[in-house]
């Protein structure tokens, strides 16, 4: 059984990026992201009512981060660690199987930069080494083709195509679901 115990929040940093806990303050910024549909045009998930719930969504990140449960990091350009321009975590920790979901979304005017790459390069090679997970899951919309994209690139595989197995909005919608195995097992 995978036991994680962080005793404070990784941060993490790549050449451009700042990947770091989520503060109240980002309310706003994740907000913004939660109900632009253009970002969330395939993220499958009502969207948020008020600041209020977003605010609540962010105490659950930072009290839950300990046992890597819901780890999610605020991505920030290094020159502006405050301003909140994306999230990239894992989630849905199934410690049995020592496997986590990862997820990720970025404001639209990052998009095609490199950004998620460098985020994810660094959050995979983190659930790998320090978490010690031994597979990483995404689960993606169909016809999210830059998810899709962007998770062959770093080496994830096509594992399954479930029919109809989500329920949203009045529609039962496919999902596609991608693997990564850890490469040092
Ligand atoms: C998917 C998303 C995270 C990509 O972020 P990004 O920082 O723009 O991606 P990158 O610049 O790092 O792109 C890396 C690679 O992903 C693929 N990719 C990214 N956007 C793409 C697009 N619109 N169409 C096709 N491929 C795309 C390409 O292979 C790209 O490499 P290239 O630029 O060398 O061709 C971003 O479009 C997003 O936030 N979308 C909305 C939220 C979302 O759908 N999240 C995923 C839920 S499962």
């Known amino acids: 059984m995978l036991t994680l115990n962080f005793t404070k929040f990784p941060t993490l940093e790549t050449e451009r990026l700042i990947l770091r806990e ?24 009502e969207r948020p009512e008020d600041l209020m719930e977003i605010k609540t969504f962010i105490t659950t990140f930072n009290d839950g981060f300990e046992n890597g ?6 991505i920030a350009l290094k020159e502006n660690p405050g301003n909140m321009i994306g999230s990239i975590g894992y989630w849905r920790t199934d410690f049995a199987n020592h496997r986590a979901e990862i997820g990720y979304m970025l404001h639209p005017d990052y998009w095609r930069k490199g950004i998620i790459s460098e985020a994810l390069k660094k959050t995979i090679n983190f659930g790998f080494e320090d978490m010690n997970l031994h597979t990483i899951k995404a689960n993606i919309n169909v016809d999210n083709d830059a998810s899709r994209q962007i998770l062959i690139k770093h080496g994830f595989v096509k594992e399954a195509h479930f029919k109809q197995d989500y329920y949203f909005r009045g529609q039962f919608l496919d ?11």
């Open 22 to 45: 989520h503060a109240l303050y980002d309310a706003e910024a994740l907000y913004a992201m939660r109900i632009n549909e253009t970002v969330m045009k395939y993220i499958d998930r």
């Open 69 to 74: 449960d819901n780890l999610a990091w605020v």
């Open 175 to 185: 999902s596609e679901i991608y693997g990564l195995l850890n490469p040092n097992h």
